[in-house]
């Protein structure tokens, strides 16, 4: 078992910067590929960047790629994702999740969710 909790949500003007944090705690993060992603008001959850155990590897949606960074250390079981540059479209839950299969790239196998923080960008 993983256990997630994002923070650091918040309400920001658009142009500004945000900083999410999710902090692990159960089985091993240090093998685990870490994700983030987003769901929007009547909207279906998408996909918005994925990490792999050793950070070496990140992969991002085109819709925030360049403005956004994540980054882990697995030393304090910890993710994160800078968010630059926001834009009104970028509000949504955010939530962090996880996996212990290989691939960054397989977007519907993560196994573990976190409850989710809120990011409000207004215009």
């Known amino acids: 078992q993983v256990q997630l909790v994002e923070s650091g949500g918040g309400l920001v003007q658009a142009g500004g910067s945000l900083r999410l944090s999710c902090a692990a705690s159960?089985?091993?993060?240090?093998?685990?590929?870490m994700g983030w992603f987003r769901q929007a008001p009547g909207k279906e959850r998408e996909f918005v960047a994925a990490?792999?155990?050793?950070?070496?590897?990140?992969y991002y949606a085109d819709s925030v790629k360049g403005r956004f960074t994540v980054s882990r250390d697995n030393a304090e079981s910890a993710m994160s994702l800078q968010m630059n540059s926001l834009k009104p479209e970028d509000t949504a839950v955010y939530y962090c999740?996880?996996?212990?299969?290989?691939?960054?790239?397989?977007?519907?196998?993560?196994?573990?969710w976190g409850q989710g923080t809120q990011v409000t960008v207004s215009s």
């Open positions: 999740a996880a996996k212990f299969s290989f691939s960054i790239y397989n977007l519907h196998d993560y196994t573990y």
């Open positions: 990490i792999s155990w050793s950070g070496s590897s990140t």
């Open positions: 159960g089985r091993a993060f240090s093998t685990a590929v």
